[in-house]
């Protein structure tokens, strides 16, 4: 395996790597307009499906694509709440993206009766985030096959998280003067689609046609 990413990285330095752009983000620093939040998920890769090179997104992963609700000076440790303050407040990026994804085993572990152990206690506590996305589909779409309850909430977790983000008082207040916007993406690992929310017409729309 490690044969390969060494193969890999060989034919990145031959074919990919851009010297000059390199040279000059290390020279100049990051001025990244996008924060990129989506799934840990191996089938999922922000860069390639938006064509982006060094330097044009911020990116943080976690299983699930959640964000927590902000919780100031009682929060510690959180990795995803810090990317998103030095993304927003330091970086200044103009959009952020919450990227979920079909298939997302995340989403799909909460259709699942899992016991907690020690070995996933830190799994069953983190999708808790995910927990009102799957109520809301049960709710809505009750006698729905366990497929399309799955869309669903990996549609309606997206959703769920940009108010998440509005929880956290600079991106709040960024969005409220303009200077910020929040999008909610799926992306079908089937078929490429993306698919983008619009809130003026509450569905998800294709990416085209997304404001
Ligand atoms: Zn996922």
Known sequence: MLDKLKRGYQEYIDNYFNKELAEYLADNGQFPQTLFVTCSDSRVVPNQLTNSKAGELFITRNIGNFIPPYLGEDSKYLATASALEYAVSSLKVKNIIICGHSECGAIGTLFNDVNKTDKNVNIINWLELGAPAKEKALNTIPNASIKELRDFT???SAKIQIENLMTYPDVK??????????????????????LCYDSNLDKYVPLADCL
Do not use: C, M, P, Q
């Open 173 to 194: 207040k960024r969005v409220e003067s303009g200077d910020l916007k929040l999008y909610a993406w799926h992306y079908n690992i089937r078929t490429g689609e993306v």
């Open 154 to 156: 990996e549609k309606e």
